[in-house]
């Protein structure tokens, strides 16, 4: 089993910086990509990014495309999503998730933490 731990989130005002952090432990992941979604209050869970492991190769939702970068060390581990000039639309529980495909889909990942709230106060 492969746990999955999320951290960084908080209150940030909108125009500022924030890095969420994903570390996973447990069993080897031998999976292909790990991504982060959200989900607002009253909303369903929305992709937000993606990233393979070895190549890198990265996937945005239009929505935070050029705001948020998704990105990972050397290791693998942990993944860390930089939001930059969030906005008040961003407030969300962040999750990240694992699996074997890189897209938007939820199906495509088998793993799941327990998420940060992310809170953009105008």
């Known amino acids: 089993q492969v746990q999955l731990v999320e951290s960084g989130g908080g209150l940030v005002r909108a125009g500022g910086s924030l890095r969420l952090s994903c570390a996973a432990s447990g069993r080897t992941f031998s999976g292909n990509a790990m991504g982060w979604f959200r989900r607002a209050p009253g909303k369903e869970r929305e992709f937000v990014a993606a990233?393979?492991?070895?190549?890198?190769?990265?996937y945005y939702a239009d929505s935070v495309k050029g705001r948020f970068t998704i990105s990972r060390d050397s290791a693998k581990n942990p993944v860390y999503l930089q939001m930059n000039s969030p906005k008040p639309e961003d407030t969300a529980v962040y999750y990240c998730?694992?699996?074997?495909?890189?897209?938007?889909?939820?199906?495509?990942?088998?793993?799941w933490g327990q998420g940060t709230q992310v809170t953009v106060s105008s």
């Open positions: 990233i393979t492991w070895s190549a890198g190769n990265t």
């Open positions: 998730a694992a699996g074997p495909g890189l897209g938007p889909k939820p199906t495509m990942y088998n793993y």
